[in-house]
């Protein structure tokens, strides 16, 4: 499980997925409804 940010609207929200790979993983933020790219939005492992 990941804690992500939102780039646009700064919101802290968890992820979590079963593939290794994150790379390719896109995520829409609950809060504002931006698309973003998950590997770049990680802030910790959880």
């Known amino acids: 499980m990941f804690l992500l ?7 802290q929200m968890k992820y979590q ?3 290794i790979s994150l790379i390719s993983k896109k995520k829409r933020c609950v809060y504002c409804g ?3 790219s998950v590997n770049k939005a990680i ?3 959880i």
């Open 5 to 11: 940010q939102c780039p646009k609207c700064r919101n």
């Open 43 to 45: 802030m910790e492992k």
């Open 17 to 19: 997925n079963k593939d």
């Open 34 to 36: 931006k698309s973003f």
